[in-house]
């Protein structure tokens, strides 16, 4: 696991508020005992009708093609724990999720995973989501200790949990060697419970 | 335990609770680490998402649904977790056998890879759902690592009105406080009304704390929990049992102690809810008409207006009335003993309207025998529902149970989002069990307190 500081990639504006995980990645994907193909599934049924026809949305659009920023809004991935939601927003290719605010445990997921979820105000957000659609192609630059993206030489600011930053600055984001470097503490809490 | 480097806490768990849909991949994870499960012990497994409500016969009829059973049932093999399969009278959702064996007990940190995790919360628990990656670092090492979480305090207090339950308190709170009022609290439900109820009822209530947005619920323990858990399967019996109570009570918080938000509801206030968009806070009292769009941020406009797109309903029409085809009683919210006793009561002598599909499905093999006991499920075919084998069944997309189309479910399970029931085009109106019943006998939604005759108190 390696420090995560910076991160470059072309984005994409998904817009809506509450924007659950059911939507993010419908329940019949979840069949699966691996997560490793859940990629084309993301926003499935956003994407695409009941017949397979494609719905024109964002993530489909020529001028996204490849594009590894997400940009949504309020309350994004609210509902189920699913890990599968933030797995197929990685296996599609998205390094990054910028929201208005998420839910916590679709943060907690994202986090132990790599994807940082930056929070972003209403106002720089809506003017970053204006300027990749007016003039999309162009990289956007993600600076974790700058607390800002960079597009098109104009500055966003954002914010993020201070222990996930922390986590993506240290290369800890994935917790389990940290939690294990504690064995010995762990057995004496469970011989004091199990006595 | 401890503090992590980026400030985290390093929390202990005492139970862990896995299922076939978010476990299956740990294990693998484990593997790929070559790490072992730490305390088999204190894990234990059910199958409930994908099991069809049928038959149960093997192999599942749909192959994938095998696998994953499978894979569920050779990792706890190898590393020694205890499973609830079917047939062995202990199998049903996580949530409602965790509690009914006494897996479940006051002052746990609990934990399971499901999002309704907060059920447990009702004993007094810390109860978290957790994705993947931390069930295999609950398997690993028996500890999660959290950010601390601010409190708010939810007090409930007087009567509730005849034909208004514990469904209805929570649909109407999160309708007050929104789907996204609760992030980065806890729950903690308080007051008379809460402590009056039962712990079936008291489970409701904390079992919705994550569609609120809060990442727990939570409900002091007092005597109604001990003497729920008092004979429970998995809970010592005599003196330890009188042991353990003393020390659970003193897991109780404090009457002063500080909570970082207080919220007060009037129990009186509370009607009948039921939801008429895409989240659980676009609810409204049965009596009421379906929200117009014309307030609020662009963007909340654009989310009444796209709800009521998807619902293919009509701003300022009465919900009242809105057709159904299919009815649906179960899931980890409302597929408990008491919801099925309280539909029987009312709905002996009535039918389920001629085009409407009933299904009712207990939450567990002991919830399916208990009501059996009853005779329950002979007044529910009687009125024209079927009675089925216990699983997630139609709360969830994930076992044949499922919308076809754009049929419209009245349903008393958790979640009402776009595509939730298995069709992306179903849709979901959430309500307590007994205005599920209503809503069938009418064929529409309907108002149980007139359907079945319930007097005012
Ligand atoms: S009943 Fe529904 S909410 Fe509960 S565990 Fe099953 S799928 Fe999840």
């Known amino acids: ?195 | 335990m401890g503090s992590l480097a980026n400030g985290q806490y390093q929390v202990f768990m005492a139970l862990h609770l896995i299922h076939e849909v978010t476990s299956p991949q740990a294990f693998g994870m484990l593997k790929d680490k070559g790490l072992k499960v730490a305390y088999p012990g204190r894990t234990f497994a059910t199958v409930d998402h994908i099991i069809p409500t049928d038959t149960q016969a093997r192999p599942l009829a749909d192959d994938m649904a095998e696998r994953m059973l499978q894979v569920l049932e050779s990792s706890t093999a190898e590393h020694g977790i205890e499973f609830f399969a079917p047939e062995t009278g202990s199998q049903g959702i996580v949530h409602v056998v965790g509690p009914e064996l006494g897996l479940t007990q006051p002052g746990m940190t609990i934990c399971c890879g499901d999002s309704h995790t907060a059920t447990h919360g009702a004993f007094g628990c810390i109860a978290l759902g957790i994705g993947t990656s931390q069930v295999r670092d609950v398997l690993a090492s028996q500890t999660l690592a959290m950010d601390p979480l601010k409190v708010r305090k939810i007090n409930v207090n007087g009567a509730l009105k005849k034909g208004v339950t514990a469904k209805d308190v929570i649909l109407h709170v999160i309708r007050v406080l929104g789907v996204n009022g609760g992030v980065g609290y806890a729950y903690e439900y308080a007051g008379s009304t809460i402590t009056n109820m039962t712990m079936e009822e008291r489970m409701t209530v904390c079992n919705m704390s994550i569609e609120g947005g809060a990442r727990c619920g939570y409900i002091n323990p007092d005597e109604t929990t001990f003497d729920y858990l008092s004979g429970k399967e998995r809970v010592p019996t005599g003196a330890e049992f009188d042991a353990m109570k003393a020390r659970w009570a003193s897991f109780a918080s404090d009457e002063d102690a500080h909570y970082d938000d207080v919220v007060d509801f009037d129990a009186s206030d509370i009607e009948p809810t039921v939801t008429w968009g895409v989240t659980p806070a676009q609810a409204i009292g049965v009596g009421e008409r379906i929200p117009t769009a014309d307030t609020g941020s662009e963007l909340d406009q654009e989310l009444v207006t796209s709800a009521l797109d998807y619902m293919k309903l009509r701003a300022d029409a009465p919900i009242k009335g809105t057709p159904i085809q299919v009815a649906f009683i179960g899931s980890c919210t409302n597929g408990r003993l008491s919801d099925f006793e309280a539909v029987a009561e009312v709905i002996k002598g009535h039918q389920v309207a001629s085009n409407v599909r009933a299904i009712a499905v207990p939450g567990s093999e002991k919830v399916d025998a208990a009501a059996r006991a009853l005779g329950l499920h002979e007044v529910f075919e009687a009125a024209g529902f079927e009675w089925r084998k216990p699983g997630c069944s139609m709360c969830l997309a994930m076992n044949p149970d499922k919308l076809v189309g754009d049929e419209v479910c009245a349903s008393s399970s958790n979640r009402n989002f776009m595509g939730r029931q298995g069709s992306s085009t179903g849709r979901t109106i959430l309500m307590s069990p007994i205005m599920v019943a209503a809503a069938a006998v009418e064929g529409a939604v309907a108002d149980a307190r007139e359907i079945f005759e319930l007097e005012a108190v």
């Open chain 1, 1 to 195: 696991m390696s420090e995560l500081s910076k991160i470059a990639g072309r984005g994409v504006y998904v817009a809506g508020n509450d924007i659950d995980t059911d939507r993010i990645i419908p329940a019949r994907f979840l069949k699966c005992v691996t997560f490793d193909e859940l990629g084309p599934s993301l926003f499935f049924d956003e994407r695409f009708d009941a017949n397979g026809e494609s719905k024109d949305h964002p993530l489909d659009a020529t001028q996204h093609e490849g594009a590894s920023i997400l940009i949504s809004d309020a309350n994004f991935g609210c509902g189920s724990s699913r890990e599968h939601a933030p797995q197929a927003i990685q296996k599609f290719g998205i390094n990054a999720v910028i929201a208005e605010s998420f839910a916590e445990i679709f943060h907690g997921n994202c986090t132990t995973l790599g994807i940082p979820c930056l929070q972003m105000a209403a106002e720089p957000r809506s003017e970053l989501a204006r300027l990749i659609e007016a003039e999309p192609g162009e990289e956007l630059m993600v600076d974790l200790e700058a607390l800002q993206v960079v597009y098109l030489n104009q500055s966003f600011p954002f914010s993020m949990k201070p222990s996930a930053r922390e986590a993506f600055l240290a290369g800890t984001f994935d917790p389990l060697d940290e939690l294990l470097a504690s064995r010995e503490a762990i057995s004496a809490v469970e011989a004091r419970l199990s006595a």
